[in-house]
């Protein structure tokens, strides 16, 4: 079974400082991952996404992930946390199998960023 | 580019009516759209998903007669939560995607208040 984890509910840094948000998967086969934010009341922006290539991407407002496969994780990373970063961030993994004409994700539970000034 | 609009962003109504909301891909042509469950402080619960021209494909355990999907254009799907009621309430999100490899992007949700 397809399956995405973050292990941390909440994630709490000090402006200027780097931060890191896990996310490990559990797919068949390559995976497709995508790493989401969202903010209060709001539905969630795309960020970044890995489908093939570097295992470094780089995506949307600094942000950036490393795709390790012997760990199978997929981490979202910021040089430098900034206040206005604090937000809800989802990692996820398109379906594969059935759902794979269609493209359906996978959703972790989520981690809450909290940056402080 | 990619913006999905979505409408209303917040509703509130009586018990037993119904509510149709509205998802657009403004700036490109969605061949697929999903539908999302949003509880407080939770993750996303996919609904359905709805390829254009035809029926929707319902998640285990989603009323289809209940929330009705319509995705009758490249660029607009809708979904109407018939006779609703408190439990209806919730925070609702669309989104598209055009080529199988591209992104969803997201409309910014509709809160639904059934009293």
């Known amino acids: 079974a397809q399956s995405v984890a973050q292990p941390e509910d909440q994630v709490n840094v000090a402006e200027g400082n780097p931060l890191t948000v896990k996310c490990t998967y559990s797919?068949?086969?390559?995976?497709?991952l995508f790493w989401y934010v969202q903010y209060p009341n709001r539905g969630l922006q795309f960020l970044l996404k890995?489908?093939?290539?570097?295992?470094l991407v780089k995506g949307s407002y600094g942000f950036e992930a490393e795709f390790n496969k012997s760990q199978t994780s997929f981490h979202l990373k910021k040089p430098s946390a900034l206040v206005s970063d604090s937000a809800l961030y989802f990692c996820?993994?398109?379906?594969?199998?059935?759902?794979?004409?269609?493209?359906?994700?996978?959703f972790g539970q989520g981690t809450t960023l909290q940056v402080k000034p | 580019g990619a913006v999905v609009s979505q409408h209303p962003s917040r509703v509130i109504c009586k018990s037993g009516t119904s509510v149709k909301i509205e998802c657009r891909s403004l700036d490109f042509q969605a061949t697929t759209m999903f539908w999302y469950r949003q509880f407080p402080k939770q993750s996303l619960m996919l609904m359905a998903t709805?390829?254009?021209?035809?029926?929707?494909?319902?998640e285990q355990g989603v009323e289809k007669d209940k929330f009705l999907i319509n995705h009758a254009s490249l660029t607009l799907s809708t979904l109407t939560v018939t006779s609703a009621h408190p439990e209806d309430s919730s925070f609702y999100i669309c989104?598209?995607?055009?080529?199988?490899?591209?992104?969803?992007?997201f409309g910014d949700g509709t809160r639904l208040s059934i009293l």
């Open positions: 797919v068949s086969g390559n995976p497709y």
């Open positions: 989104s598209a995607k055009s080529f199988l490899d591209q992104p969803q992007h």
């Open positions: 709805s390829n254009e021209g035809s029926k929707a494909t319902y």
């Open positions: 890995y489908i093939t290539g570097d295992n």
């Open positions: 996820a993994v398109r379906g594969l199998g059935g759902s794979s004409n269609t493209g359906k994700l996978i």
